[in-house]
């Protein structure tokens, strides 16, 4: 089955997340995980490091949305994120998040990410991108 963005076609954290990519466009992604067991910490809610994780996954989607067509010879990654936790979810309930390209400058980017649960907000993320040629395979092993 064809990934909805070529980032993720060797993208083996999303896929062990099971992430399920609703809609990636100009500026805009929205994506849902279901928390599962593995997922879960000591206190049996669902990992920060996970939400983390799943908004800056759609972090990525949103800001590398913008030339799709260039993916081969620039990307974007981050250069630095911020997370607010405001409540917690649970194990069988499925996150959603949203995220909106802020602002695009130069080589620079900021995407707001919005993630809930069940319409409830679950965290505020705020990644800063910055734009790069793409690591050859020899310098990724």
């Not at 992430?19 to 049996?44: K, S």
């Not at 590398?64 to 405001?86: C, H, M, Q, R, W």
């Not at 695009?104 to 907000?121: F, K, M, P």
Request: with cysteine; net charge negative.
């Amino acid at each position: 089955m064809a990934k909805p963005h070529p980032m993720l076609e060797r993208d083996y954290a999303t896929e062990w997340m099971d992430l399920n990519v609703l809609e990636v466009c100009q500026g805009y992604a929205l994506a849902e995980m279901t928390i599962t067991r593995d997922m879960l910490n000591g206190f049996g809610i669902v990992h920060g490091g996970m939400t983390f994780a799943f908004a800056d996954t759609v972090f990525a989607l949103t800001v590398n949305s913008l030339n799709p067509e260039e993916f081969s010879k620039k990307i974007t990654v981050s250069s630095g994120a911020d997370i607010n936790y405001v409540a917690s979810a649970r194990e069988g309930q499925t996150l959603r998040a949203e995220g909106k390209l802020a602002a695009s400058y130069g080589r620079n980017s900021l995407v707001d990410v919005t993630v809930t649960c069940e319409g409830q907000l679950i965290a505020e993320f705020r990644g800063r991108g910055r734009t790069i040629t793409p690591p050859t395979a020899s310098e990724g092993q």
